[in-house]
């Protein structure tokens, strides 16, 4: 591992946090309560096949909210030294990986015009890599022109021995 004066950039991306646990369960709650009304209102209006489907609707909901929590446990750390730079990436229920570059080799790409079909990509030796997909659009480019800063000063000077 490199130490402290040798890193250009160490870098980590998260995706923005969703709300918290307590805020979640009440906007279940009172969406399950709006659905409970309309449920009885339908089925005292006889359309009583109507009632599996807004329990459904509230089931989805909480599981997508629990999918947003647990997708927001990711990140990806990006470090930079002079003779290296290396992408680690964790996340929730899958194994870290890590991906290690030359800086010498590197090329970020990012689109002129950041947009949500935007990707921020580095690419070295016809092989490519996308990080930050799970960041804002603008987010993205920001993050693209640190690193395409910090990649030039590490090729400015060479490695060390």
């Known amino acids: 591992m ?88 964790d996340a929730p229920r899958k194994p870290h990986r890590e991906w290690r570059f030359n800086p010498y080799w590197v090329r970020v790409e990012m689109d002129a015009e950041p947009d949500h079909w935007s990707q921020l990509t580095l690419w070295s030796h016809g092989k490519f890599l996308r990080i930050g997909q799970f960041l804002a659009p603008e987010e993205r480019a920001k993050f693209a022109t640190v690193l395409k800063r910090a990649l030039l000063d590490a090729r400015s000077f060479p490695p060390a021995p």
């Open 2 to 89: 490199a130490s402290e004066p040798d890193i250009i950039l160490d870098a980590t991306l998260r995706p923005s946090p969703p709300l918290s646990p307590r805020v979640l369960l009440r906007i279940l709650m009172a969406v399950a309560a709006i659905n409970l009304a309309f449920m009885l209102s339908f089925v005292f209006q006889g359309a009583w096949p109507i009632a599996p489907f807004m329990g459904l609707d509230v089931a989805l909901l909480g599981w997508a909210f629990r999918a947003s929590t647990i997708a927001a446990r990711q990140q990806e750390r990006v470090t930079l030294t002079r003779g290296e730079l290396v992408v680690a990436r």
